[in-house]
């Protein structure tokens, strides 16, 4: 069995490159928002790392990983950004809210290795 990871974000075309790029690796869930997130995460307990977009139109990366973390302490959780760190994000590494961040476009890679380390710890 594949181990289970969730990617958040508002634009379609990257829910589908993000699954396209790891579907072979891990049975990838995906959510077009954090409210959509939230409701993955209730439905699929299996899933032990969360990626979520930093800037969502209905609730930011920051704002869904602050409601999910509360609910599940023990997922890994990350965000991803195309624009620059905000001091919100270099909070949320300093308080273990997230686990890292990442820049996009993301190195495909350095992401899967990101991503099995986690699942690892």
Known sequence: MKP??????????????????FRKEFEVITAP????????????PEISVVVSDLHMAKMNGIEFVQI??????EKKFFILTGFEITDKVKEAMKTNLIVNHL?????????????VDSIKK
Do not use: H, T, W
């Open 33 to 44: 928002d954090g409210i959509v997130g939230l409701n993955k995460l209730e439905v699929n």
């Open 68 to 73: 999910a973390k509360k609910q599940y302490p």
């Open 4 to 21: 289970q990871i969730l990617y958040v974000d508002d634009e379609p075309f990257n829910l589908l490159m993000f699954k396209a790029n």
């Open 103 to 115: 820049s996009k476009p993301y190195d495909i890679e350095r992401m899967y290795q990101i991503i």
